[in-house]
Structure formats: C-alpha cells, structure tokens
C-alpha cells in the first residue's frame, strides 16, 4: 500500500493568510522540500550502490552495528551511558557477566 493521499485545502471565503502565517507556511513547505530532496537523494543513492547498505546487515561486526544504532539513537545511547554510570562499574560489570552470554547465544 504504497499509495500516498494528497489533501485539499477547504477553500476559504476571502481569508488570507496574516505574514506571520505566511512566514511559518513557507517555514513549512522549506521543510517539506528538503524532507522531499533527502528521500529522493537516499533513493538514487540506495539504487545506484545496492550492495552497500547503511542497515547494519549481518556481515556487519558488533562495533560498526553499535556505532551505527548510537548515530540513528543518540538519546537512547545518552540514557545507557547515564543508567550505566548511575549503577557504577562494579555492578555494570556483574550484569555485563549476565547479559553477555544472552547476547552471544541470540547472535547465532
């Protein structure tokens, strides 16, 4: 369903837009075109390398896939980084004893 809906604005008697409303309108379609140009840029891109893809496949190590998952999830990587120095290293280091092994067999 690949299917994009386009709306129509409900025409308006005679109302035009104050230039403050103008202003943030065209703020708005800027922004539109730019979101537009980088999902048309990443589409060439993507068709003209297909053997390169930025997804984090499975021949991937764990540290590029790492790298990769703290460049899409910065917030997330922040909260860890704070969870991990709220706990301190000795209990960070017994979970990590814990969780590795999980980690490892889900892996395979």
Known sequence: ????????????????PTPAQQQILSRIA???????????AFLQAENANPGARSTGGDEDSIVLRAAA???????????LAGAAMALGPSRLLRWATVALPWIMRLRR
């Open 1 to 16: 369903m690949s299917e994009q809906y386009q709306t129509t604005p409900l025409p308006a008697p005679n109302v035009h």
């Open 30 to 40: 800027a922004q539109r075109e730019r979101v537009r140009a980088r999902r048309v």
């Open 69 to 79: 998952f703290a460049k899409q999830h910065p917030a997330a990587v922040v909260a």
